[in-house]
């Protein structure tokens, strides 16, 4: 489940050695837009995604504008709390417009739950998993087959030569940031059934998110998606057998026991030193 | 800021507990003093060291936690409570420590996020110890007035002591990893341990705040340990100035206050946040206090202009003598002496290395001996600049040997490398920004051997002697090569020609048995050539290190050289005097084409 999410950090990463810590926000962000659009203004369900997607591609943008761009191959970390900085204004920003509470996402898939033995699930657990892997596999066509894929990865490999090559990576990175907050609102829009909305949410999904991100290994998208499968059953495990709470002891414990053993995670590759 | 700003600041602290009998401000100007603790140690490890963490609240609830238990269950008196809790919160900083930085930047930061939620959730969970959501209460605390001097005693106490951490060997080596980890370790300092000391250090005074904390509420529970509150204590250190002494003061003022200001938009304090780290970032990269004090000082840093050539420039000053305090002998000489000097220094032999496909170095063989200047030539891309990064072990090789008076060095990590006595400069000058001159060389003249952090922060007289000793011989180093009259000026500001010339004398500093120029000469005025020719040529003669030299212009290197070796795609095409390589017809060729 957070897969979906997480490859947005990878989406960033792989264009641009960045990426917005605050993914989580966009999330929320998706969800809020789809909660105003579908439910409090009760418009049908395809005009409100396309609404909140674009919607997302703008704040993926503004994003990369605001706290991005300024600090982008000056290889100081300063994007990071920028992008921090940003997802707490988004955060407070919904909490004026949106309000403190959480709210209550209809969806049909969430009426009847299916038995499977004595486990039930509702259809709309088992929707997030198939699009987070019908996503990731256009991600990587994307990168691999068009020509615009490989211009992206041609900017993360050497930005220098990227730009003397004609690629406009200013642009590229721009885009790189729309598209990984479009997916952080598919995310939201998937999510928001099973969490309820609420300006708060982004926070904890963006940090475990960020977990499988690490776990998986930041340069591989495959790893990401099977690191986003393994920590969503380790945390159901955790959380059936122990408590809610130790859910998240555990998954963080996992992320720091992984970086011990696997710095660069379990499919990353290791940064090649520069001397 | 300056003296007299330390003054008036430590009197309106002092006055006012004398001008107010509302508890109100004086709890406000705790917190201040709460806040310039923590932040205060924070900028040891994000201001000095230049890793972020968003995990400190974890080790403030440590220390606070810690001091709460004790004082409640062991019923330990408050000075006990508040020792044990820097106890524990240094063993745990260390811990955290030693998993969290075997990576850096946002993997960091995502583990110091972790281990923060992690105590969050703990302190929730395990209610029997913690009073879970609930917290502590009935702590017993001493007298608000009484504790109002502990804390500011205590903030007090936090500035001088990161204000003499920041001038001792230690305060240079985290700067020096700060500036360039790879310069670092090529000095003999292992970039990892000095970054977990940096944050066990920062992780102690966390901790020490944390209890004082708990002595100011007598309550304590989960809510203050949040990720929020970790954000607030690095957005106050930027705010304020990272880096700089006084930061955390501005910082944890304007943090502390601004929102007490500001209670009626409480619902706004995200955004207030969000904005202030954006302004910072923005518009004060060095903070308040570094937005002031440049604002005095006018332009702030000059470039230095060039000195005029002095008398002697040229030559090498003799090289000052080694014998200066035992400690201070470098270890190269020790080792130098005990053996005979029989044999070559440096022996490789079968060293290969390829990147992805792409074939640097193929078997090459590489004998240099003692007391040699041993050139290293060949066209762009011959693989020499990746052979020096073996040699001192920045890249792995492929397969081959390498052995250093005798002993293997294959597989040790640079800064062991440097320690058995290998000194490096790199093709662009790597000199350690935010550190003057002279203390770009002592980080070199101290090496590895930093005492202990306790002595640096205490000032003993042991830790006072050897401060001298390594100052000394630092300035003794920078007169050898002609930068005595730049010693005070700030390393970046140097042009390029001194810039390499310090870091020669940095390299010199750790007393090296092999010194590795790479391409010393690039950028330099003929003149300066001139002047490192006659340098390298009176370090042979005053018995310095052997030295391996990579450079381009031909003419020094024929001259100071004892032996070249030529390559050419990652092959040892020659190998001799000057003279025969002078003449080698396959070295003709690979430097004027293939016109035979």
């Not at chain 1, 309000?99 to 009847?112: I, V, Y």
Request: net charge positive; hydrophobic share 50%; with cysteine.
């Amino acid at each position: 489940m957070y897969g979906l999410v997480a490859l947005g950090y990878h989406i960033t990463w792989a264009t641009s050695r960045t990426m917005n810590f605050s993914q989580g926000h966009a999330v929320m962000a998706g969800a809020v837009v789809a909660y105003t659009v579908f439910v409090a203004l009760g418009w049908p369900f395809p005009l409100a995604l396309v609404i909140t997607l674009a919607a997302l591609a703008c704040y993926g943008a503004l994003v990369e504008r605001i706290a991005v761009r300024p600090f982008f191959l000056r290889a100081s970390p300063a994007w990071l709390l920028a992008t921090i900085a940003v997802g707490i204004i988004a955060e407070n920003v919904a909490q004026l417009t949106f309000g403190k509470d959480a709210r209550a996402f209809p969806s049909p898939l969430m009426q009847k739950p299916i038995f499977v033995g004595s486990a039930g699930f509702y259809p709309q657990e088992l929707l997030v998993p198939v699009v987070g892997l019908l996503l990731m596999g256009m991600v990587q066509l994307f990168y691999h087959r068009t020509s615009y894929g490989k211009q992206l990865k041609a900017v993360a490999w050497n930005p220098e030569a990227a730009g003397l090559m004609g690629i406009n990576i200013p642009r590229a990175v721009m885009a790189s940031y729309a598209l990984s907050a479009i997916l952080a609102g598919v995310a939201g829009v998937l999510l928001a059934p099973l969490l309820n909305v609420a300006p708060q949410m982004g926070t904890i999904i963006g940090l475990k998110a960020f977990a499988v991100a690490i776990i998986g290994g930041l340069t591989s998208a495959p790893g990401i998606v099977i690191a986003g499968l393994g920590y969503g059953l380790v945390e159901t495990f955790t959380a059936g057998y122990i408590s809610t709470r130790a859910r998240e002891i555990v998954g963080f414990g996992l992320v720091i026991l992984v970086l011990v053993l696997k710095p660069w995670g379990l499919m990353g590759d290791k940064p090649s030193r520069r001397v | 800021m300056d003296r007299l700003g330390w003054t008036a600041l430590a009197a309106a602290a002092a006055s006012i507990p004398l001008l107010t009998s509302n508890t109100y401000y004086l709890y406000v100007a705790m917190s201040v003093g709460l806040l310039t603790i923590v932040t205060a140690g924070l900028n040891v490890l994000v201001g000095f060291t230049g890793q972020t963490s968003l995990g400190h609240a974890g080790l403030y609830a440590f220390g606070a936690y810690t001091a709460a238990l004790c004082a409640t269950r062991a019923g330990l008196g408050e000075w006990a409570a508040i020792a044990a809790a820097i106890v524990v919160t240094s063993v745990v900083g260390a811990a955290v420590a030693a998993a969290a930085l075997r990576v850096s930047g946002p993997y960091l930061a995502m583990v110091t996020i972790a281990f923060g939620l992690i105590v969050e959730g703990v302190l929730i969970e395990w209610g029997s110890v913690t009073g879970g959501p609930g917290g502590i209460f009935n702590i017993p605390k001493p007298a608000l007035r009484t504790h109002y001097w502990t804390v500011m005693l205590a903030a007090a106490l936090a500035l001088w002591l990161t204000a003499k951490l920041r001038r001792s060997a230690w305060g240079r080596a985290f700067l020096a990893v700060k500036s360039s980890e790879v310069a670092a370790e090529s000095l003999g300092l292992s970039s990892y341990y000095v970054r977990i000391a940096a944050f066990t250090v920062s992780a102690a005074f966390t901790g020490a705040a944390g209890a004082l904390f708990t002595f100011l509420n007598g309550y304590i529970s989960p809510d203050s340990f949040t990720l929020q509150t970790s954000i607030v204590f690095l957005l106050a250190l930027l705010f304020g100035g990272l880096g700089r002494i006084a930061g955390p003061v501005a910082g944890s003022l304007a943090l502390t206050i601004l929102p007490e200001l500001l209670t009626r938009l409480l619902d706004y304090r995200l955004i207030l946040y969000g904005a202030l780290l954006l302004v910072s970032i923005y518009w004060l990269p060095e903070g308040v206090i570094g937005k002031l004090s440049r604002g005095r000082r006018g332009a702030g840093y000059r470039p230095s202009p060039l000195p005029s050539p002095q008398r002697g420039e040229g030559a090498l000053g003799p090289l000052p003598h080694r014998g200066r305090g035992p400690q201070f002998e470098p270890k190269g000489e020790a080792v130098r002496r005990g053996l005979d000097s029989q044999g070559a220094l440096l022996t490789a032999g079968g060293v290969s290395l390829s990147f992805g496909g792409v074939t640097a170095l193929a078997a090459v063989d590489l004998a240099v001996d003692r007391g040699t200047v041993h050139a290293l030539i060949g066209p762009n891309g011959a693989g020499k600049t990746s052979l020096l990064n073996v040699l001192s072990g920045f890249y792995a090789a492929d397969a081959g040997s390498i052995a250093l008076a005798g002993r293997s060095i294959v597989g040790l990590h640079p800064y062991a490398v440097a320690r058995r006595g290998i000194a490096r400069t790199f093709q662009t000058a790597q000199v350690f920004g935010g550190l003057s001159a002279r203390e770009n060389v002592a980080v070199g003249v101290a090496g590895p051997r930093l005492g202990t952090v306790l002595g640096a922060l205490a000032g003993t007289p042991g830790a006072r002697a050897r401060e001298s000793a390594i100052q000394a011989r630092a300035q003794a180093l920078l007169d050898a090569l002609g930068l005595g009259n730049v010693a005070e000026e700030p390393a970046e500001a140097l042009a390029a020609g001194l810039r390499r010339k310090l870091e020669i004398a940095r390299a010199l500093a750790t007393g090296p048995l092999l010194l590795m120029l790479d391409e010393p000469a690039a950028g330099l005025s003929p003149a300066e050539i001139a002047a490192l020719d006659e340098q390298l040529t009176a370090l042979r003669q005053q018995g310095g290190p052997a030295v391996i030299l990579v450079e381009h212009h031909m003419d020094l290197v024929m001259a100071v050289s004892d032996r070249i070796t030529v390559l050419d795609y990652g092959r040892v095409i020659a190998d001799g005097a000057p003279d025969a390589i002078r003449r080698d017809r396959a070295v003709i060729e690979a430097y004027l084409g293939g016109a035979s």
